[in-house]
């Protein structure tokens, strides 16, 4: 189990960028893989961004080539680089372990992006 707390959302035109933060504790963070998450109103939440404890990345679809995730194992920080946000994007971030701990989840980070 790891512990998260996120930081770094904001408010933002569409096209602008926002960095997050997450950082987690826990002795097993660097051999497990880590996850960025969102839930929009109305709507489940969903994996958009995950790292591998190599360092292998995966995204879905909807943020391929606009968004970026890395981890810093020495720091027991992730990241998420988001580049070129439209209004959709508009949600409440969190991170967690890859698959999901029902234990970790935070209180998230909002991110929201004005057409």
């Known amino acids: 189990q790891v512990q998260v707390m996120e930081s770094g959302g904001g408010l933002v035109q569409a096209g602008g960028s926002l960095r997050l933060s997450c950082t987690a504790s826990?002795?097993?963070?660097?051999?497990?893989?880590m996850g960025w998450y969102r839930q929009a109103p109305g709507k489940q939440r969903e994996l958009v961004a995950s790292v591998s404890s190599e360092g292998g990345t995966n995204y879905a679809t909807s943020v391929k080539g606009r968004f970026t995730i890395s981890r810093d194992n020495a720091k027991h920080t992730v990241y998420l680089q988001m580049n070129s946000l439209k209004p959709e994007d508009t949600a409440v971030y969190y991170c967690?372990?890859?698959?999901?701990?029902?234990?970790?989840w935070g209180q998230g980070t909002q991110v929201t992006v004005s057409s």
């Open positions: 967690n372990s890859v698959p999901e701990d029902a234990r970790s």
């Open positions: 826990g002795t097993i963070f660097a051999i497990i893989g």
